[in-house]
């Protein structure tokens, strides 16, 4: 192996909270050599960013504390040096990439501007800062450079920004690039061409890569080495080709064990009579056509899934659906009733059936209000539901339902995780009796363990309550476990659709086969093949 740009010994960090010290990483070793990738993959919580953060100086101290290890870079320990060699270092030398684009470009100024910046703030000079950055946004795929980077980060798809943000962090050619989770709110055919993007730059710059991630699908695509963690340890480490065929840790085996797109196909979706029926809807925004001419149906107690890139009206039609925006035209039959031609009164009355659980807990439950108010104002807009006396032990009840305790209702949002957030909305859904739930991205940003979990919560609570699911999701491997049937929607079109296995092993359309092609497997062989039919077809 060879010499290590970057390596990590012994580092522990602590974080000093008014209920006493958390040890978010305990000892934790790596390192990553020239042209190398190593992925860091683990849940929320298990450290892996942390100890990324301790190697670009972003832990804020206090309250949090470096209180052992060394981070050595070129034979010298970063830990020891001053605050001015670091910023010389960081950017430079050792550059990062985020999780959320949006939340990291800056959105008052231009994106040209933001890359000069990073350039100009090492020693480029202004007129060579903006020819480089033209430069860059042509080399991380961005169309026409010149006019794009004259726009606002808010006028380019989540794609795009994640390509924006390669393009600054790449502007100084640093030595080890840092990924965090760079690709876990994309779609597959984007996440395909970010990973690609990555690898081709580093073959030609030589960089070292380090990935932090949760997605084994990932890790196989386009690691070399892969460092488990779990709360605040590396368990285990190899290839990964070692570590996903031959799991020593208990952890690592739940973990390869959690993975979507292994479990059995939904063999018999539901005969039942439909109970939703929506016929050619369409929606337009001015010139632009978001829905052209949608038509399907819901069953009772199915779950029909609705996959697509972003941009394909998967979205717009769960919002359409429940009139959260108005159809240009169309019906949606729900019971022999148009929900499109329901007055404000009684689609009122008929919100309740169906009800909808969004993709960001964080934005969709009010943090101002306890867990115990989230589930029960259902009941105070809806008071002939449940009389109040019985909200507490309602409330008690749902949230027993959902995987969670009844003391949990005196708690704020904050105060729980990603997943325990997303079975709260669950919870909150549940408090008006839904026939149908339209679930959009619902599990999309969580770990493979968590989202296996609330999976598993969905399907449980579709059997006890006979609930019909609407699944919004560009996760092909969790549509073919879940799923009875699927819709694949292209530019606000129906493309495609059928029973699971028919889309999974028999897809009809270009489109969809693209789509299946570019979702990635856990299993670092089955990549490995892809990757040599795609170069062999490349090569014809």
Same mark, same amino acid.
């Given at each position: 192996?060879?010499?290590?740009?970057?390596?990590?010994?012994?580092?522990?960090?602590?974080?000093?909270?008014?209920?006493?010290?958390?040890?978010?990483?305990?000892?934790?070793?790596?390192?990553?050599?020239?042209?190398?990738?190593?992925?860091?993959?683990?849940?929320?919580?298990?450290?892996?960013?942390?100890?990324?953060?301790?190697?670009?100086?972003?832990?804020?101290?206090?309250?949090?504390?470096?209180?052992?290890?060394?981070?050595?870079?070129?034979?010298?320990?970063?830990?020891?040096?001053?605050?001015?060699?670091?910023?010389?270092?960081?950017?430079?030398?050792?550059?990062?990439?985020?999780?959320?684009?949006?939340?990291?470009?800056?959105?008052?100024?231009?994106?040209?501007?933001?890359?000069?910046?990073?350039?100009?703030?090492?020693?480029?000079?202004?007129?060579?800062?903006?020819?480089?950055?033209?430069?860059?946004?042509?080399?991380?795929?961005?169309?026409?450079?010149?006019?794009?980077?004259?726009?606002?980060?808010?006028?380019?798809?989540?794609?795009?920004?994640?390509?924006?943000?390669?393009?600054?962090?790449?502007?100084?050619?640093?030595?080890?690039?840092?990924?965090?989770?760079?690709?876990?709110?994309?779609?597959?055919?984007?996440?395909?061409?970010?990973?690609?993007?990555?690898?081709?730059?580093?073959?030609?710059?030589?960089?070292?890569?380090?990935?932090?991630?949760?997605?084994?699908?990932?890790?196989?695509?386009?690691?070399?080495?892969?460092?488990?963690?779990?709360?605040?340890?590396?368990?285990?480490?190899?290839?990964?080709?070692?570590?996903?065929?031959?799991?020593?840790?208990?952890?690592?085996?739940?973990?390869?064990?959690?993975?979507?797109?292994?479990?059995?196909?939904?063999?018999?979706?539901?005969?039942?009579?439909?109970?939703?029926?929506?016929?050619?809807?369409?929606?337009?925004?001015?010139?632009?056509?978001?829905?052209?001419?949608?038509?399907?149906?819901?069953?009772?107690?199915?779950?029909?899934?609705? %996959?697509?890139?972003?941009?394909?009206?998967?979205?717009?039609?769960?919002?359409?659906?429940?009139?959260?925006?108005?159809?240009?035209?169309?019906?949606?039959?729900?019971?022999?009733?148009?929900?499109?031609?329901?007055?404000?009164?009684?689609?009122?009355?008929?919100?309740?059936?169906?009800?909808?659980?969004?993709?960001?807990?964080?934005?969709?439950?009010?943090?101002?209000?306890? %867990?115990?108010?989230?589930?029960?104002?259902?009941?105070?807009?809806?008071?002939?539901?449940?009389?109040?006396?019985?909200?507490?032990?309602?409330?008690?009840?749902?949230?027993?339902?959902?995987?969670?305790?009844?003391?949990?209702?005196?708690?704020?949002?904050?105060?729980?995780?990603?997943?325990?957030?997303?079975?709260?909305?669950?919870?909150?859904?549940?408090?008006?009796?839904?026939?149908?739930?339209?679930?959009?991205?619902?599990?999309?940003?969580?770990?493979?363990?968590?989202?296996?979990?609330?999976?598993?919560?969905?399907?449980?609570?579709?059997?006890?309550?006979?609930?019909?699911?609407?699944?919004?999701?560009?996760?092909?491997?969790?549509?073919?476990?879940?799923?009875?049937?699927?819709?694949?929607?292209?530019?606000?079109?129906?493309?495609?659709?059928?029973?699971?296995?028919?889309?999974?092993?028999?897809?009809?359309?270009?489109?969809?086969?693209?789509?299946?092609?570019?979702?990635?497997?856990?299993?670092?062989?089955?990549?490995?093949?892809?990757?040599?039919?795609?170069?062999?077809?490349?090569?014809?």
């Amino acid at each position: 192996m060879a010499e290590p740009l970057l390596e990590v010994r012994n580092l522990s960090v602590t974080f000093h909270t008014a209920r006493g010290p958390v040890e978010a990483v305990r000892n934790v070793s790596w390192q990553v050599a020239p042209g190398e990738v190593l992925a860091i993959l683990g849940e929320s919580g298990s450290g892996k960013s942390v100890s990324a953060s301790a190697v670009m100086d972003l832990i804020d101290c206090p309250p949090g504390e470096i209180t052992s290890g060394e981070i050595i870079y070129r034979g010298r320990d970063l830990l020891k040096m001053s605050a001015a060699e670091r910023r010389d270092i960081n950017g430079k030398r050792i550059a990062m990439i985020f999780q959320d684009p949006l939340s990291h470009l800056n959105p008052v100024y231009t994106v040209g501007w933001q890359i000069e910046e990073a350039l100009t703030t090492h020693g480029t000079p202004q007129d060579k800062a903006r020819v480089e950055t033209i430069a860059l946004l042509d080399k991380v795929g961005i169309p026409n450079p010149e006019a794009s980077a004259r726009k606002y980060p808010h006028q380019f798809s989540g794609g795009q920004r994640q390509r924006l943000m390669i393009a600054m962090a790449l502007a100084l050619r640093p030595d080890v690039l840092i990924a965090d989770e760079p690709t876990t709110a994309l779609d597959v055919t984007v996440q395909a061409q970010i990973l690609a993007l990555l690898e081709q730059l580093q073959h030609e710059t030589g960089m070292a890569l380090l990935i932090i991630t949760h997605d084994l699908g990932v890790v196989a695509e386009i690691a070399d080495r892969v460092v488990v963690m779990n709360a605040g340890e590396i368990v285990e480490q190899g290839t990964a080709a070692e570590v996903y065929a031959n799991p020593q840790h208990a952890y690592t085996k739940r973990l390869i064990g959690a993975a979507p797109g292994k479990g059995a196909i939904h063999d018999d979706p539901p005969t039942t009579e439909p109970i939703l029926l929506l016929q050619n809807v369409c929606k337009k925004y001015g010139e632009f056509e978001a829905l052209k001419g949608c038509s399907f149906e819901l069953c009772e107690g199915e779950t029909l899934a609705i %996959v697509g890139e972003s941009g394909s009206g998967k979205s717009t039609t769960a919002r359409v659906l429940l009139r959260l925006e108005e159809p240009t035209s169309g019906r949606a039959m729900y019971h022999g009733r148009d929900l499109f031609a329901l007055s404000p009164r009684e689609l009122f009355e008929l919100r309740r059936d169906i009800q909808m659980v969004f993709q960001d807990p964080t934005q969709s439950l009010n943090p101002r209000m306890t %867990v115990y108010q989230i589930i029960s104002e259902a009941w105070a807009i809806h008071p002939e539901i449940l009389p109040k006396a019985r909200w507490r032990d309602r409330v008690a009840e749902l949230l027993g339902q959902v995987g969670l305790k009844p003391e949990h209702a005196h708690r704020y949002p904050h105060q729980f995780s990603g997943g325990q957030r997303q079975r709260i909305a669950i919870a909150r859904a549940l408090a008006l009796e839904p026939r149908v739930i339209v679930c959009d991205e619902a599990v999309s940003a969580l770990d493979v363990q968590v989202q296996a979990q609330v999976i598993e919560l969905l399907d449980k609570l579709k059997d006890e309550f006979g609930l019909s699911y609407i699944f919004i999701a560009h996760d092909l491997p969790v549509v073919r476990d879940f799923a009875d049937r699927v819709i694949v929607m292209q530019k606000g079109q129906i493309v495609e659709q059928g029973p699971v296995r028919e889309i999974f092993e028999n897809p009809r359309e270009t489109y969809t086969q693209n789509l299946l092609a570019a979702s990635l497997d856990p299993d670092p062989e089955v990549q490995a093949r892809r990757r040599a039919e795609r170069l062999s077809k490349e090569v014809a």
